[in-house]
């Protein structure tokens, strides 16, 4: 909903979750998301990622 939403269309979107089969994958895989985190991530991984993100943003 967020997408589609002109107001909201514009913010980028991570998913983090403990749900990492295939299925729950492929059905988010349709949103475009900007990432797909599962809850198992370590820490230093997640603010790796996070940190390449927002430098890409910039």
């Known amino acids: 909903m967020l997408k589609t939403d002109s107001e ?3 913010i980028p979107v991570m998913f983090l979750t403990g749900k990492g089969d295939r ?3 492929l059905s988010v895989a349709g949103l475009h998301p900007e990432d797909y985190l599962l809850k198992t991530i370590d820490k230093a991984t997640l603010l790796n990622k996070l940190d ?3 430098k890409q943003r910039n």
């Open 52 to 54: 390449t993100f927002f």
């Open 8 to 10: 909201t269309g514009h």
């Open 23 to 25: 299925e729950s994958v």
